[in-house]
């Protein structure tokens, strides 16, 4: 089975600009979670989806929005980026609601100038 | 709300030698706890998980860590570490609901394993 796959890997935006960040989960997976990893506050989980409803959600502002459609696939939108912003995003996988067992993707670099 | 800590930031260790790194939950309810580790410059791979049952677990790579309820721990165990596991270890966890699910992961600020030759 192909692993989670994100899109873009790289990124490099300007404050107050808007980006959206892709993830494909494992085939079969119907639950996808994001999450946020910077240096100063380590991994942070944003949001969860699980058939295109969001389940469950982190302390992050309005910002930070995602959705997920009905193939499971899931966007994550950041708007009016900020320098604090900067990142790496990644998106988990899982078979059902909740997180008994995830799985990563390989990250989106995200840097705000 | 629960919390994660790992009390060591960076582990040296030589190779072949035995190691150990701690961690500390805190919660009010029912937890499920993983660890995972991070590649530079890679996501995060699951490397053991605590569901249910057997308190002690035993993970890939040679990994096995032991759940122990009444100290909140997980504690991450290898008996002989190889140059290929240095890399960045991370202990999570997730409160149950009561109807079944979970919550989102939360990390702990990670430890950096370094295997000395």
């Known amino acids: 089975k192909a692993g989670v796959t994100q899109t873009p890997r790289y990124l490099i935006k300007t404050r107050g600009q808007q980006v959206t960040l892709s993830c494909s989960p494992i085939s079969g997976h119907r639950s996808v979670s994001w999450y946020q990893q910077t240096p100063g506050q380590g991994l942070q989980f944003l949001f969860e989806?699980?058939?295109?409803?969001?389940?469950n959600k982190g302390n992050f502002p309005g910002r930070f929005s995602g959705r997920q459609f009905s193939n499971s696939r899931s966007e994550m939108n950041v708007s009016t980026l900020e320098l604090g912003d900067s990142a790496l995003y990644l998106c988990a996988s899982s078979f059902g609601q909740g997180t008994y067992e995830q799985y990563f993707g390989p990250g989106t670099r995200l840097t705000v100038t | 709300a629960q919390s994660v800590t790992q009390l060591d930031s960076q582990v040296p260790v030589f190779e072949e030698a035995p190691v150990e790194l701690r961690c500390n939950y805190s919660?009010?309810?029912?937890?499920?706890l993983f660890w995972y580790v991070q590649y530079p410059n890679q996501g995060l791979q699951l490397l053991l998980k605590?569901?249910?049952?057997?308190?002690l677990v035993k993970g890939i790579n040679g990994f096995e860590a032991e759940f122990n309820k009444s100290q909140t721990s997980f504690h991450l165990r290898k008996p002989s570490v190889h140059i290929s596991d240095t890399a960045e270890y991370f202990c999570a966890v997730s409160e149950k609901w009561s109807g079944g699910g979970a919550d989102g992961l939360t990390f702990g600020k990670g430890t950096h394993l370094i295997i000395q030759p």
């Open positions: 919660s009010s309810v029912s937890v499920y």
């Open positions: 989806y699980f058939s295109e409803t969001q389940r």
């Open positions: 605590y569901l249910s049952g057997s308190t």
